[in-house]
């Protein structure tokens, strides 16, 4: 089966290692036998057809220049999200998918609206090592974070995370990321699949679920994956919590 | 909090501080002194850098800062008495330290940590200031590549004295540049990358946010820029590299094209980043007023820094090391083995210590892929080896020819093992992870540690 993934600006969003991300979701479709074909959506490109998105981030100059343009794609964003495509997005793109961005001047970037969230610009920068429990999956993400940007859900809106060790959205809620549906954004960069095989996984099924298969991926051994990921959880313990 | 203590006699107590840490063998005590002087009376450093007659001049960049001002110091060394940070020890307690021992130098030479440069121009107040480059480098202690930039246009602004020496092939460099400033830059478009790599950074205009054009692009985001929207480009060249030869890993020649006439440079150092390392060198020394054939001659006695590219034989195998520390000095690095001869084995180490950035996510954007192709065994060490290990795995190494060894010694003897008798292992590590390999080699009694051989 061919998975059609549409990577948002990756020639402006892209600091945090996001091809690290595609890769390994390339990689685990090509083992079970499908093909990701990832297509690059830029300024002033139209949105294709697409069943995965995925969003980077970027530097604060760079998530100014593409606002914007993001924003003007919000209703073909939403139409492809209510049929059925799934949307990964970190960091910068994270913040761009809430409903806001405002900045330390004070000014007011338009965000996308898929994930009930605000963001705050803030002086202190919330870095270092995260661990995250995902009740909701009976599993757990390991990555790292870096971000200025507080962000608060809107009541009712449902966590990526439990925050273990970290920060997290906003260092204060105890919660990180943020789900809606099929719709992830995340703080965690790290970067966040490679280590945490099972995310990648749940992504590239309910690609596939849109693309027109409900399948079981086949387990893979994933021994280095686990490895990198105890490595990485530690170095999050250790940091103790915020 | 300020001691009255008489300059003279805090600065013998604090040399010898100094002695007493490198018998205690804590890391060759290059710094301890300027920490404590940087505590004690952070005033004595403008002090003491007062009183170098010649003055001070810094260097920094993201990469290249410590060759930079080593061939500096090699072009200086016959007719200037120079104070240097040889060792590294790029922040304020390093040049501290440095001023501390100066022993009669005329001149400082420094080259600066990034983000410390400001508190340097400071307390220094250099009469010459040479700006390499600015990647992306360890976000987690840097910041974004836009502070750091906008904390150099603060410092520039604050020494309108100072000869500024400027690479105008960065645009964030070159953005800097004022009357009287001296710009150098390669002009050899047959080097040029046929498109921008990945880890390109500064490729959006510094005035107006448009995508640039490149007429060529030489190392990541360096190159010939202009923005079709504002027109902002690359400054004209005061001095270039020109007809430039790369011959894989024995070295690499170039015409130096200055306002002071063209003469030919021939470097023991491999690879493009080190051409732009020489001419940064050169315009620095000329900005110095040395004479030409000075330049050149010092270029060519120059040999390469601990670690950054160095070969040390190990019993009848030789190990080629090759120091890695963020996306666009890794692809140099990368590019520079696969334009010599691509390894067959390879130890790669990934430590998360400070001094390598905790984050660890710049690995992803390093181009490893070239290395792939003629690579049968990779060991894949240091504190984050499993994740370098799942880098190569999904950049495509079969998993099989991949060992995840942790500690840096065992790795570093599986992978001569895996050398056959007279061939070469190459060795890519991050900066604590070549300070530990070189330690271990050292203590083996292959090479001297570092604090001893520095000149
Ligand atoms: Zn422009």
Redesign the pocket.
Known sequence: MRIVVGHLYPDYLNIYADRGNIAVLAERARVRGHELDVRAIGMHDDVPEVDLFYVGGGQDREQALVAEDLAGKAEVLHAAVADGAAVLAVCGGYQLLGRSYRDLSGAELPGVGLLPLRTVAGKRRMIGDVLLDCAWAGETLAGFENHAGRTSLEAGAEPLGRVVSGFGNDGESGYEGCRAGRVYGTYLHGPLLPRNPWFADRLLMEALAHAGVEVELTPLADELEHAAHTVSAARARARGGR | MRLPIPLALEAAALRSAGALSRIAGRGGGTTLPGKLLWKLDPGAIELLARRLERGSVLVSATNGKTTTSAMVAEILRPSVRVAHNASGANLVSGVASTLLERNGAELGLFEVDEAALPEVVRRVRPRALLLGNLFRDQLDRYGELEIVAARWCEAVASLPETCLVLNGDDPQIGNLARPGALVFGLDDPRQARPALQHAADSTH??????PYDYAAAYVGHLGDYR??????ARPPLALAARDIELNGLDGAAFTLATPAGDTHVELTLPGLYNVYNALAAAALALALEVPLDGITAGLHRFAAVFGRFERIAVGDRRLLMLLIKNPAGANEAVRTLVEGAAPRVAVVALNDAIADGRDVSWIWDVDFEPLLAGLESLVATGTRAAELALRFAYGGLARERIEVVPSLEQALDRGLELTPAGGELTLLPTYTAMLALRKVVADRGHVANYWVTAP
């Open positions: 205009c510094v005035r107006c946010g448009t923005c079709p929207s504002c027109g902002h």
